[in-house]
């Protein structure tokens, strides 16, 4: 079975960067979307970013002007730029890729963001 597998996370200071990668252990066809989420202890996971096939990204409001997400569709691989890091990043982060037929979920990568 195909799976995501995320690298890249770690530990950063407050203003410092963090570069997620995101890969597929197999071939995916039909992407629809590449996305990263985030879920803070205690906290709802949220959209971080999120590439459509047309190239089109949405970010969330928190993350605007600070993260990038770039992905390749037929390489089955997505990747976030993390700038400008806030300790309220701090949280485990997850690929997620939407195709016709589900979802399939990283397992997670830790971020942690000290003041």
């Known amino acids: 079975q195909v799976q995501l597998v995320e690298s890249g996370g770690g530990l950063a200071q407050a203003g410092g960067s963090l570069r997620l990668s995101c890969a597929a252990s197999?071939?995916?066809?039909?992407?629809?979307?590449m996305g990263w989420y985030r879920q803070a202890p205690g906290k709802q996971r949220e959209l971080v970013a999120s590439?459509?096939?047309?190239?089109?990204?949405n970010y969330g409001d928190s993350v605007k002007g600070r993260f990038t997400i770039s992905g390749e569709n037929a390489k089955n691989t997505v990747t976030l730029q993390m700038n400008s890091l806030k300790p309220e990043d701090t949280a485990a982060y997850y690929c997620n890729f939407l195709v016709v037929r589900g979802n399939y979920w990283g397992q997670g990568t830790q971020v942690t963001v000290s003041s």
């Open positions: 197999g071939t995916i066809s039909s992407i629809n979307v």
């Open positions: 590439i459509a096939s047309t190239g089109r990204t």
